[in-house]
């Protein structure tokens, strides 16, 4: 397994400038971030006068509002497509390239005591 250099001092500008984001609770603050900055995007979003093609576009935060409810539902219509797709774990049989079995001892498992 390949080691990764965590010294911040041997590490490239731009790795170093991303160390952030491997502490605990870094996904916490970008989410909230990225919330606060989309929220503020759809304020501006009523500061400025439209020229839109169609009436619809010359509703103020109409591309946010848009764009969320084609995402959501692009999410319902894959997990509702999933039930249709799914194949059961054994699909291929053995003709599966992970179907044979492995020989335990190359498969290098570590035990952790103490957990």
Same mark, same amino acid.
């Given at each position: 397994m /390949? +080691? @990764?250099?965590?010294? &911040?001092? *041997? $590490? &490239?500008r731009l790795g170093r400038m991303l $160390?952030?984001?491997? *502490? &605990?609770?870094? /996904?916490? *603050? $970008?989410?909230?971030g990225l919330a606060i900055l989309c929220g503020l995007l759809f304020l501006l979003d009523f500061t @400025? +006068?439209?020229h839109g093609h169609f009436d619809m576009e010359n509703i103020p935060g109409f591309y946010g509002i848009y764009g969320f409810v084609m995402f959501t539902g692009l999410i319902l219509v894959a997990k509702a497509l999933r039930v249709l797709i799914k194949r059961p774990e054994d699909y291929y049989g053995? *003709? /599966?390239v992970d179907g044979e079995e492995y020989p335990a001892e190359k498969l290098g498992k570590e035990t952790h005591d103490g957990l």
């Open positions: /390949a +080691e @990764y250099n965590t010294d &911040p001092d *041997k $590490l &490239p $160390l952030w984001v491997d *502490k &605990p609770g870094s /996904a916490n *603050k $970008l989410f909230w @400025y +006068e439209h053995d *003709k /599966a």
